[in-house]
């Protein structure tokens, strides 16, 4: 007989055996009882969370011999014929690969012939939010009212792309991820049945990378016995996944909690040696240090690891400040959405790590635990824009806060819509980051230079023309732009250029004292350079 993979082997057979979904198969079973099957149902969630499964358990309960009934024999001619996908009654449809509506049409003539061996005709559409929106409208009248003896079960990943005009006639169930403890209970079953043994932290290791996927973390055990052919550990599957060890991540934890540069540096170096995935190992890196201000905050009970694994985290923990941390995993996690589109995915880590690395540890320890300078606010740039009316020079200031880099442009003289564009900029940012993070990243990179006649100009430096580019996509533009109506409530279109000079910095341009920002922003001067 031909192999069968793990994740086939032992799939669900009845609603007891579906894992982590305990809400959706007593709604279900309930429905079995009193007799109030609905004609059609969506089933959504991510990916391996039981969603066909329970829709050929239901498909069981409803025609097995001894139904309907919530426990379907499993033994029956109905009951074989369905698990081994044969059954004329229960037919399974892939959205993805028949999305067109010469298939819906031709379903939708064949829903009048009664079923052949069971009560019903069940019909699984798997991916229905693949179906194209004519396929959609050739389906909605019979969904709506089949005939009684059809059950419609729908099953997506991605309900935000099935019509409302679909979801209104459908009764929704939606699956969640499984959590790890039960996932990996259940792969320690499985590999008991199957006779191989596996470490607890190479099951703690499968379920976390799994994301809440059954069927993945299976899947992933096959590979891994395959691999091992027999005894797995937590180093087999950091091996295969590509991913940094326990270990690993507890050095690097420590390398940057000391702001050791070098030694941070080597690990890195370490992990592109030996072959790991750099997006993968920034990713675990974030984890671990999100599992830090965890156990530093007392969550223990949210982290998803061994006693002793958290008390290393709590141990570790120590290293660190509260703000410290949050500062870190923010640069650590703009190091892992840069390498979406950065070739040198190993040099973004590696002035990721840098940058955590040179900290002022000093300053941050001086400052008071609660203590928060404002943001740049309008007042603070009234009090700008009125001490360069004294110069009547064109001048630039930076200001830095502890909340972020802000620079803002100001011309003695200039235009007060271009003042009122540049003054809210951050915010104008922080509206496009939540629509495109794409958008975002590009302008972030420009300077509003000029604003008129319902227009505003963006410029870029030389070489940086990807992100002009980008930025003039249509999506991007329309995020954009769309912002700028919602900060400023001005129905300005966006200009992409590219500056031909660097920004004014003769020595004529006279500067504001460094204790004029101080007193403008509420500040303090650590070190003048």
């Not at 009845?14 to 279900?28: A, K, R, V």
């Not at 110069?391 to 200001?399: C, F, I, N, P, Y």
């Not at 990807?466 to 409530?489: G, M, P, T, Y």
């Not at 279109?493 to 509420?522: G, H």
């Amino acid at each position: 007989m031909a192999y069968i993979s793990l994740y086939r082997k032992w799939r669900s057979q009845n609603f007891e055996e579906i894992i982590g979904q305990e809400p959706i198969m007593q709604t279900l079973k309930n429905a079995i009882k009193n007799g109030r099957i609905s004609h059609a149902y969506l089933f959504s969630g991510p990916r391996g969370t039981g969603k066909t499964s329970t829709a050929r358990i239901l498909a069981k309960a409803l025609n097995c011999e001894k139904g309907p009934t919530t426990e379907p024999c499993g033994k029956c001619d109905r009951c074989t014929k369905i698990r081994d996908g044969h059954a004329v009654d229960v037919i399974e449809i892939d959205a993805a690969s028949n999305r067109g509506i010469d298939e819906i049409r031709d379903l939708r003539e064949k829903v009048r012939y009664s079923p052949v061996e069971g009560r019903y005709k069940v019909y699984i559409i798997d991916e229905v939010h693949m179906l194209t929106p004519e396929a959609f409208n050739a389906l909605l009248k019979t969904l709506e009212e089949p005939p009684s003896h059809v059950i419609f079960i729908l099953a997506t990943t991605e309900p935000q792309r099935v019509p409302l005009t679909i979801l209104s006639r459908c009764q929704r169930l939606d699956f969640r991820r499984i959590p790890n403890a039960k996932i990996i209970d259940q792969l320690k079953a499985i590999a008991s049945k199957e006779k191989y043994s596996i470490e607890e932290g190479a099951l703690s290791l499968i379920a976390r990378n799994s994301e809440g996927s059954m069927r993945d973390a299976i899947s992933l055990l096959d590979q891994l016995i395959s691999y091992c052919e027999g005894n797995v550990t937590h180093d087999d599957v950091a091996t295969l996944l590509g991913t940094a060890g326990a270990d690993s991540l507890f050095e690097l934890g420590e390398a940057i909690g000391k702001s050791d540069t070098a030694r941070s540096l080597e690990l890195v170096n370490r992990f592109v040696l030996e072959g790991k995935s750099v997006p993968q190992v920034t990713k675990d890196a974030l984890n671990h240090l999100r599992h830090i201000l965890l156990a530093k905050l007392g969550s223990k009970s949210v982290i998803e690891e061994t006693t002793e694994h958290i008390e290393k985290l709590k141990a570790q923990a120590g290293l660190f400040d509260e703000k410290e941390l949050k500062d870190i995993i923010r640069v650590m996690s703009r190091a892992e959405t840069d390498m979406r589109w950065h070739p040198q995915s190993r040099l973004v880590l590696e002035v990721a790590v840098i940058d955590v690395c040179s900290r002022d540890r000093k300053e941050k320890v001086s400052d008071p635990a609660g203590e928060k300078k404002a943001p740049v606010s309008e007042n603070s740039y009234l009090k700008i824009k009125e001490l360069l009316d004294k110069t009547k020079e064109d001048v630039t200031v930076r200001s830095e806060t502890r909340q972020q880099d802000k620079v803002v442009e100001v011309k003695a003289g200039g235009n007060g819509l271009l003042d009122k564009v540049r003054v809210n900029w951050q915010k104008v940012l922080d509206q496009v980051k939540k629509k495109s993070i794409n958008g975002f990243i590009s302008l972030h990179e420009g300077v509003p230079l000029k604003a008129e006649s319902g227009q505003v100009v963006i410029g870029f430096k030389k070489g940086y023309a990807f992100h002009k580019f980008r930025l003039e996509e249509q999506v991007n533009r329309s995020v954009v732009e769309d912002a700028i109506k919602n900060v400023i409530n001005e129905d300005l279109k966006i200009l992409c250029v590219i500056q031909e000079d660097d920004a004014d910095t003769s020595a004529s341009a006279k500067k504001i004292s460094v204790n004029d920002l101080a007193d403008i922003f509420s500040g303090k001067i650590m070190k003048k350079i």
